[in-house]
């Protein structure tokens, strides 16, 4: 039998108090990625970043911005 998973959302953040949540979802994509090219691939507390932008993002949003990325023509500053 497969082990249960817990299932959470992203946790409160002051910076982004109101319901909507889109600026949260983008700082959370960004942050990620700036995370991962400041301390490596291999630094796991970015993951923290992932996690929320992966709980909250729409799927399209961070599949048009990986392809973005992808192109170099993601508007962001990474």
């Known amino acids: 039998m497969p082990a249960a998973t817990t299932l959470q959302t992203a946790p409160f953040d002051p910076r982004f108090p109101n319901t909507n949540q889109t600026r949260y979802c983008y700082q959370s994509y960004l942050d990620f990625h700036r995370c991962q090219k400041v301390k490596g691939e291999s630094y796991s507390p970015c993951q923290y970043f ?26 962001g500053n990474i």
Do not use: A, H, L, M
Not at 50 to 74: A, H, L, M
């Open 50 to 75: 992932k996690k929320v932008y992966g709980s909250i993002c729409p799927n399209g949003w961070v599949e048009k911005w990986d392809g973005q990325r992808d192109e170099g023509t993601f508007p």
